[in-house]
């Protein structure tokens, strides 16, 4: 059975006009988010998006948005109680809590 | 070939040219001069062409007494620790220990250059982390072939969290290209790295930079051998990340070991509690907390695709309203009177958030989650498990105290 999270929630966006449908997100997103369709690319699986931010980051023209984060209530409730960003504890010397 | 900096003099004295780099696991036993001319070793690509003196250097620092390296390949650019593709016992203990937690921010391995079989200029260079369970999964699939495996310094942290954090990224990879000197290894400019590598690193840049181009290999190691040997083709199925049974399982370990502290802490006011109430806390609460514990940070994991509804807490609570029920009716409610209806409501409210609130947390664990998507469902669940919490603590209180 397919693990699907929340929909409509994402924060990924496609500027189809710098897209110029060399393919390399599709390369590096793990949950087939997008597709090329006549040499352009198109968006299939929003909700499919985990905001990892590797299509954004390998883009050589910008041409997608998303505001990368970690998914992880643990980092988000870290966050709140010291008021920083929320990030993975993984390297610190506090112990972790299973977030990788 | 032109040398400017790096080893252009005759200078035998190694000690001069040490640059300290932090030993990462234990400091080598054989006294290694180590890199030299790492600032300018981006720009100087030719470092010891041909001479002979400086290929007697290792590059990546390592102890010859580790089970894993199995000899040495001399380069142009110095000696490459050679390591073997068979796990052995300590290798599996320590994977095992890492599960549970134990040791396991210092679990990894000197950042550099490895050497799998005999590898020349034209092998493949396959980049990781320097967490040892992962590189040890990597060297495992490597067998019968000769590659190189560049060690990022992602401070122990797996690839793809490293990744998330940015250490495993493109500044650390353009300066260990540097570092390594592998414009002189592997000639033919190319790297392949993890795809879960991908969120900290910029293919583009990488290249712009160093001249090396990025290939992103398939997601799990274990694909990399086919990867190689269908001259680097890449399927959708080992594109996409997965999340089975067996990925959920192995990661509930670690989510017991966080509840740890936790739980002493309740058991201590518990048993405080227990010298001043009428109606003590007793073995049943022993259990019912343990089993909403377990709910939360093993069963919900375990069966996570098969629960109805999306949010993790939800997940949670469903499940621990079941317990929550079976907990009541194993202790008596509706039938035996010396068993309070206040107490049965209390454990109905408090039990279900506890499993909630602990699946929950397995969203950082997860493979599939977003942070919007986290941020949404805590909003609501957050804040109704501490309400839910309170009340029911109160109504067991007034149980345990009043009697009632």
């Known amino acids: 059975m397919k693990n699907r999270y929340l929909k409509n929630v994402v924060t990924l966006k496609l500027d189809s006009n710098k897209c110029t449908g060399c393919g390399r997100c599709i390369e590096v997103c793990p949950h087939k988010v997008f597709e090329l369709q006549n040499r352009k690319l198109r968006i299939i699986n929003k909700d499919g998006c985990m905001e990892c931010g590797a299509c954004a980051k390998n883009c050589p023209f910008a041409a997608i948005e998303v505001k990368p984060g970690v998914g992880c209530a643990y980092a988000i409730i870290m966050g709140w109680l010291t008021g920083s960003e929320p990030s993975c504890d993984c390297s610190g010397s506090s112990n972790s809590n299973g977030c990788c | ?404």
């Open chain 2, 1 to 404: 070939m032109e040398n400017k900096s790096c080893c252009g003099s005759d200078n035998s004295d190694p000690k001069a040219k040490v640059i300290k780099v932090k030993p990462k696991v234990k400091v080598p036993k054989v006294k290694v001069p180590n890199i030299e001319g790492v600032s300018s070793a981006e720009k100087n690509r030719s470092c010891c062409g041909g001479s002979q003196k400086c290929s007697i250097d290792p590059i990546t620092q390592y102890d010859k007494k580790d089970h894993w390296i199995i000899g040495e390949v001399k380069t142009v650019s110095g000696i490459v620790p050679r390591v073997s593709t068979q796990l052995v016992i300590s290798d599996i203990f320590g994977a095992w220990k890492a599960r549970w937690g134990i040791n396991r921010m210092n679990y990894k391995i000197n950042p550099g250059i490895y050497a799998v079989g005999n590898p020349d200029k034209d092998s493949p260079v396959l980049v990781t982390a320097n967490y040892k369970l992962t590189f040890d999964t990597l060297r495992r699939e490597l067998s019968d072939l000769n590659a190189w495996i560049l060690v990022l310094d992602t401070k122990g942290i797996n690839v793809w969290c490293a990744a998330g954090k940015g250490t495993f990224g493109t500044k650390e990879l353009v300066s260990r290209i540097g570092k390594t000197r592998l414009h002189d290894i592997a000639t033919h400019r190319t790297l392949i790295l993890p795809q879960l590598g991908a969120p900290g690193v910029s293919a583009h840049e990488v290249e712009k930079q160093t001249g090396f181009k990025v290939i992103y290999g398939p997601v799990r190691a274990a694909d990399i051998k086919e990867f190689i040997n269908s001259g680097m083709k890449v399927t959708g199925e080992m594109r996409t990340v997965k999340f089975n049974l067996i990925d959920r399982l192995v990661l509930t370990p670690m989510e017991l070991v966080g509840t740890f502290k936790v739980s002493l802490i309740i058991f201590g006011i518990l048993f405080l509690l227990n010298l001043v109430t009428a109606n003590p806390f007793g073995i049943y609460d022993f259990y019912g907390y343990g089993g909403a514990l377990i709910t939360g940070c093993v069963i919900t994991p375990v069966l996570l695709p098969w629960i109805p509804g999306r949010a993790f807490a939800w997940k949670g609570w469903l499940l621990g309203l079941i317990w929550a029920a079976v907990i009541n009716v194993l202790s008596g409610w509706t039938v035996s009177p010396t068993f309070s209806f206040i107490r049965g409501l209390g454990y109905l409210l408090v039990l279900p958030c506890i499993s909630a609130f602990y699946a929950m947390n397995f969203t950082g664990s997860s493979t599939y989650t977003s942070f919007s998507g986290v941020l949404k469902e805590m909003k609501i669940a957050v804040p109704v498990i501490a309400v839910s919490i309170i009340i029911g603590t109160i109504l067991i209180l007034l149980n345990g105290f009043l009697g009632i």
